[in-house]
Structures are given as C-alpha cells and as structure tokens.
C-alpha cells in the first residue's frame, strides 16, 4: 500500500526528463553562447575559454568566459519547464568584463 502511494504522489508531479551531465553542460554553454547580453559584455570579442567555475550561493552556477581582454563573470539560472521537459538556463552577467 506504501509503495502504491508513493507512485502515485510521484506520478502526480510534472515529469522532467533526465539529461546526462554532458548534455546538460552543452546545454548551458550553448545558453552562454546564445546571449546577447554576454556578446556586448565580451564587446564580441572572440572567446578564448568558457569554464564552470564553481556555484554562487542558493545554487545557481558560476561560468567564467575569458577573452584577450578579460575575464566575464556569468550566473546562470535553471529554468524548470512548464510540464514534461528538460530546464534550460537563463544567464546573467555579474559584473563588467576584468
């Protein structure tokens, strides 16, 4: 009886599909990428290295992108789909370019 409750109280909830680690860091870099806010930031200057580079408080993720010039600081933010789907992430930018 235990186990019939819990599946259905596990089953009730939205279901969000499972990436794979990789996936999901291709996923985040690929919202990096995408951001224009972070192509004025780098005043499009070519992108010498992305790197995740640890986590801020409350568990948002903290990336780096360094250029010739300087490095970018990024948080980026899970955003949980509304129904059956993986999170995608939304970015933004901490401080100026140093």
Not at 13 to 32: C, N, R, T, W
Not at 35 to 51: C, N
Request: aromatic residues 6%; hydrophobic residues 45%.
């Amino acid at each position: 009886m235990r186990y019939g409750v819990l599946a259905l109280i596990c089953l009730a909830g939205p279901a969000q599909a499972l990436v794979s680690p990789f996936y999901d860091s291709a996923e985040k870099i690929m919202a990096i990428l995408e951001s224009a806010e972070v192509a004025d930031a780098l005043h499009q200057a070519p992108i010498g290295a992305i790197s995740n580079t640890g986590t801020f408080d409350g568990g948002d993720d903290e990336w780096t992108v360094r250029v010739q010039e300087c490095d970018l600081i990024l948080r980026l933010t899970a955003v949980a789909p509304e129904g059956a789907g993986k999170a995608t992430y939304r970015v933004t930018v901490v401080g100026p370019c140093q």
